[in-house]
């Protein structure tokens, strides 16, 4: 089942705050998230594992609270090249083969 | 390294025709996988395969089919392509299990008439 994004779209001017959340109605073990630039590929920002484990982007933080089957995207002082959209990804147990994608959050940064 | 490679960039078919989507990568990655992208909707997987010979079903695999027959080649087939899956198609690919870190080829763009 497709992960929940929100909100859809959001738009900020350079050096504000943004907060992308991504919730599930299932049990997670691991939350993926992935920027993607128009007209381009995707690419991996980070990993939270069950258990507390993060890995990935030196500059942007997330959570993942796996009582709530949430985790949120936190995008601090936030730069022109921070815009693009923004995909969750969710990994239902370890060991799962596959990653289901919310529908995105797109992110425009004006200067 | 090239990383992943996807041929054609951009594909008009007509409705009914058949199609082979190329995806290569040299990163002796084991695990790979296709989406398609559609406005609104994210990123939907079709197929997947876990290395050379096994592939499995994702979200959406009606009229598409794979293989697997080395490390380095997945290719998607569309049987008999249909308007409803204009779209456009991305191959990944990564090494670790826990699926972290796909690397995405540069997409397919595919219009179906």
């Known amino acids: 089942q497709q992960p929940v994004q929100s909100p859809q779209a959001v738009i900020l001017r350079e050096g504000e705050d943004a907060v992308i959340n991504c919730s599930s109605s299932?049990?997670?073990?691991?939350v993926h998230w992935y920027r993607q630039k128009h007209g381009e590929a995707p690419v991996f920002l980070m990993i939270?594992?069950?258990?507390?484990e993060q890995k990935g982007h030196e500059k942007i933080s997330a959570s993942f609270n796996e009582k709530k089957q949430q985790s949120s995207l936190y995008l601090t002082a936030s730069q022109l090249s921070y815009s693009g959209t923004y995909f969750c990804?969710?990994?239902?147990?370890?060991?799962?083969?596959?990653?289901?994608f919310g529908q995105g959050t797109r992110l425009t940064i004006n200067p | 390294n090239a990383g992943v490679t996807q041929t054609p960039k951009f594909q008009v078919l007509k409705t009914g025709q058949s199609m082979t989507l190329q995806c290569a990568q040299d990163?002796?990655?084991?695990?790979m996988s296709w989406y398609r992208q559609d406005p609104g909707m994210g990123l939907r997987l079709i197929h997947y395969?876990?290395?050379?010979?096994?592939?499995d079903q994702g979200e959406v695999p009606n009229g598409y089919n794979v293989s697997r027959s080395t490390t380095e080649d997945f290719p998607l087939r569309l049987l008999s392509a249909a308007p409803s899956q204009t779209s456009v198609y991305f191959c990944?690919?990564?090494?670790?299990?826990?699926?972290?870190?796909?690397?995405f080829g540069p997409g397919t763009r595919l219009l179906v008439l």
């Open positions: 990163m002796n990655h084991e695990y």
């Open positions: 395969s876990v290395g050379a010979g096994i592939t």
């Open positions: 990944a690919s990564t090494q670790e299990p826990s699926l972290e870190t796909q690397y």
């Open positions: 990804g969710t990994q239902r147990y370890q060991g799962a083969q596959k990653l289901v």
């Open positions: 939270l594992l069950k258990g507390g």
């Open positions: 299932k049990a997670l073990y691991s």
